[in-house]
């Protein structure tokens, strides 16, 4: 089954204080390996997936979304697994083997044709783990906000700062623990990472509904934490450190409050064999949606140069 249509109509994305029209934007559930992805699409040309990462929802591209429809592509933001009950994973198991594997099928259904992944913080490392595995499925990557080579067991010695900046993925080990904590004062946790890493941005307040909404299903909180309880699986190192066989787009965010500014060195740039770029903007952990123009004149740059694939 390829795709079932959800709800279509005519869309307005809000972008530098107003409001464009972009034509038809649809939500499509998309079945891929027995799992159901509900995905935002818009727009007609080679397709852009765009993966969104923690806490957060498939909302996370939508001032990308105006951008790259206007530009000629077909945009696709979908959940990411386990963000919905159709997609769920009955261990909460998130590693980067499995998530490889669910976005290969997913891209499978979705175009026929090599696509442009796109991905921040996991959305990212699942980008990663994906074209690691299948590389002729894609044109190009690009991932926002997290640098390749960076999970390791050496990294408390290479970096020994990050391990400050990271003290919510040992935090999130604790089950039970961290489901109740999460939860408690209305989600004041996500509000505290969002401050933290992104200390100079005033986040919107439906930015923070959304997630929140995701994560008051016990089930999906614990899929989202899922991710974090499988960092030390031997698929992380793995699809964290092999050779990527497609063009790649590095961003970071200058003002990061969740990757330390030394951890991005810690890239060998001899694993992208078919080139990498790395490029900066003065923003914090999402920096796509602080500050879309930069990030999307960064991104439609990047493509443009990899249309053909």
Known sequence: MSAVLKRSGLSHFALDGGALEIGAVSEQCFEA????????VAGEGPVVLCLH???DTKSSFRYQLVALVKAGFRVVCPYMPGYELSSLKDNHYYDLEYLGNEINALVGVISAEPVHIVGHDWGAIAAYAAVGKKP????SLTALTIPYNMISDTL????????????YIAFFQLRG????????KGFNLIDKLYRDWSPNWIVPEEQLKAIKAVLSDKRLKQAALGYYRALR???????????IHVPTLLVRGEDDGCIYAGTWKLINSECFKKGLTIESVKAGHFLHIEKPKEVNSILLAHLALHAEG
């Open 233 to 243: 699986s031997p698929s992380a190192k793995k699809y964290m450190h092999g050779d």
């Open 156 to 167: 408390i010695f290479k970096s020994p700062k990050q391990i400050v900046y990271s003290w």
């Open 53 to 55: 990462g923690f806490p």
């Open 33 to 40: 390996n027995g799992r159901s992805y509900t995905a935002t």
């Open 136 to 139: 002729k499925q894609y044109a």
């Open 177 to 184: 623990v961290a489901e109740y904590v999460m939860k408690a």
